[in-house]
């Protein structure tokens, strides 16, 4: 059985703690798809319309919604987020409405809930997905109306927040297998911001690196440390499956473990140079990424360049076999076709 006794629950967010996401420039990438996603959420920031934001885990969803909350009008007011996967169907009730002393075993003291401390501010019900259909039932309620029911108590409260849903899976099919409420998914899929999984935007992954090397490196008071080409190579050819938040936690590794100022692919995890070395096509992929690499890091040309001379490596690595380019690139044969001629 929990134990409410020992139970604090988390408090709301403030701007004190969301200063490091001051704006949408924050949010690191260059990636068509990533400036999409920051675009969109830019024009429905500082409105009162909901937004759901969906993609695998470790994509950076809560910081997207932490980024809106910040750029509207709401800034100034408590920011609430609520992993709903991580609570049982008892606490999350509790922990949303409120209660009363008494309203149940162990509850001593009478508690607001989580919706009456985003009055006026923002909540984030992240993994909503995984929120029982029976709360589901209750939320949308207090979705709608604005007012809900603390547990044990006479008569309703009532708090004007704003709401961003998150979730890494696919609401759509969760309808159609019936564990998602449809007239919920509805309410609150009003805009929908798709964020991009890392493998679909490694022309972002330098950018991102070295902004992890130089924050790990103040956090964990190492000496100034740079990634070698070499290892820049090994990260870009990874699959990513945690995302940034894998990349990230890679990164603050290598800073600490690794000697002196410079990180290269000896300082990787082994998980990482095993996958890079029993799928490597040919051996002089190494040879031909560092160009673009070099060509990215210098900025000596533009995106679109980058993306063209990307893809006819690519070609070359794999013997201008298409659908194995796309493969190793992680996108569509379409797009290899038109873009990869000469």
Known sequence: MFDWKTYSGKRPKNMNTLKKIASFSDLHGESSALR?????????????????????????????AEAIHANSSRRDKPLVVINCGALPDTLLEAELFGYEKGAFTGAQFRREGQLKYADNGTLVLDEIADMSPSMQVKVLRAIEQKEFTPLGRNGSVSS?????????????????????????YYRIRVVQINL????????????????????????????????????????????????IRELENVIKQMVVVSDGPVISPTDLPEEITHQIETCNPCSDTNEILSKQIERFIKKGATKRDLDNLTIRAA??????????????????RSTVSRRGRS
């Not at 920031?45 to 994509?59: P, R, W």
């Not at 927040?161 to 564990?179: P, S, W």
């Not at 924050?215 to 995302?243: D, F, H, I």
Request: with cysteine.
């Open 36 to 64: 999409n996603a920051i675009s969109l959420a830019k024009k429905v920031a500082d409105t009162d319309i909901e937004a759901l934001i969906t993609g695998e885990s470790g994509t950076g969803k809560e910081l997207f």
């Open 196 to 243: 991009p999984p890392l493998r679909a935007r490694r022309e972002d992954i330098p950018l991102l690196a070295n902004h992890f090397v130089d924050r790990s490196s103040v956090e964990y008071s190492c000496e100034p440390k740079k990634l070698t080409s070499e290892a820049m190579q090994v990260l870009l050819r990874y699959s990513w499956p945690g995302n």
């Open 315 to 332: 070609l070359r690595i794999c013997k201008g076999n298409k659908t194995q380019a796309a493969k190793l690139l992680v996108i569509g």
């Open 160 to 184: 004007d927040f704003r709401l961003i849903c998150a979730t890494n899976k696919d609401l759509r099919k969760c309808v159609e297998d019936g564990t998602f409420r449809e007239d919920l």
